[in-house]
């Protein structure tokens, strides 16, 4: 913080720096596009329609600062004391009166915690690697609730074909563990060490910035 630097400035002899977004800029919309595209094969792999793999990334699509209410399957844009000011499910915007009928109070619970200290049905989306993934959950949520083969379940979906129930907390599940494949071990990582260019905007003062 600005105020442990002030007060131990002459002592610090090393800053870090988280890479991400700070010294590696990265080249959007299309290393969200590409994060996208490699969610979507992924996701394929797990037994989702091929049909994603066609999907095409809208980069205005979202933003940071949204909440999945693993719940009820809505992307929520509340204010700081939780009043719902927006809500979403798939790409379908809420309209006042269903915003009112899934919350009757127009207000969520933010703090509701688990054993764990995780929230119980609230995931925040707060960093840019999340806005792709507010993408890929919202149009697979688009399929279910528009395909012919499922029908609506409480807590999400039942397959007419096996009357298995897929949730929307495995919709979650699901696409939060491609994404950690994708960068933790997938084809993304080795993309961008092949094709740095591509992914990474190159800044001529940062040489200059570290002292080099």
Same mark, same amino acid.
């Given at each position: 913080s600005s105020g442990i %630097?002030?007060?131990?400035?002459?002592?610090?002899?090393?800053?870090g720096f988280d890479m991400d977004y700070t010294l590696a800029e990265y080249c959007t919309p299309y290393m969200e596009a590409e994060t996208a595209k490699y969610a979507f094969e992924k996701l394929v792999?797990?037994?989702? +329609?091929?049909?994603? *793999?066609?999907?095409?990334?809208?980069? $205005?699509?979202?933003?940071?600062?949204?909440?999945? $209410?693993? *719940? !009820?399957?809505?992307?929520?844009? !509340?204010?700081?004391?939780g009043l719902v000011l927006t809500a979403c499910k798939g790409t379908r915007k809420f309209s006042r009166a269903e915003i009112?009928?899934?919350? +009757?109070?127009?207000?969520?619970?933010?703090?509701? *915690?688990?054993? %764990?200290?995780? %929230?119980?049905?609230?995931?925040?989306? $707060?960093?840019?690697? $999340?806005t792709p993934k507010i993408f890929v959950t919202s149009i697979v949520i688009d399929w279910l609730e528009k395909s012919p083969q499922y029908t609506k379940s409480a807590d999400g979906y039942f397959d007419r074909s096996t009357n298995l129930e897929i949730t929307y907390v495995t919709v979650w599940s699901d696409v939060k563990h491609v994404f950690e494949m994708i960068h933790q071990r997938g084809p993304l990582h080795k993309n961008i060490m092949s094709h740095p260019e591509l992914f990474i905007?190159? %800044?001529?003062?940062?040489?200059?910035?570290?002292g080099f």
């Amino acid at each position: 913080s600005s105020g442990i %630097n002030a007060e131990y400035g002459e002592t610090i002899r090393y800053y870090g720096f988280d890479m991400d977004y700070t010294l590696a800029e990265y080249c959007t919309p299309y290393m969200e596009a590409e994060t996208a595209k490699y969610a979507f094969e992924k996701l394929v792999e797990l037994g989702y +329609p091929k049909e994603l *793999k066609d999907t095409k990334f809208i980069s $205005d699509f979202a933003v940071r600062g949204l909440i999945f $209410d693993r *719940k !009820l399957g809505t992307f929520l844009k !509340l204010d700081l004391h939780g009043l719902v000011l927006t809500a979403c499910k798939g790409t379908r915007k809420f309209s006042r009166a269903e915003i009112r009928e899934e919350y +009757p109070t127009k207000f969520c619970k933010l703090f509701e *915690k688990m054993e %764990n200290g995780e %929230n119980r049905f609230l995931q925040l989306f $707060d960093t840019l690697f $999340d806005t792709p993934k507010i993408f890929v959950t919202s149009i697979v949520i688009d399929w279910l609730e528009k395909s012919p083969q499922y029908t609506k379940s409480a807590d999400g979906y039942f397959d007419r074909s096996t009357n298995l129930e897929i949730t929307y907390v495995t919709v979650w599940s699901d696409v939060k563990h491609v994404f950690e494949m994708i960068h933790q071990r997938g084809p993304l990582h080795k993309n961008i060490m092949s094709h740095p260019e591509l992914f990474i905007n190159k %800044n001529p003062l940062l040489p200059a910035f570290l002292g080099f």
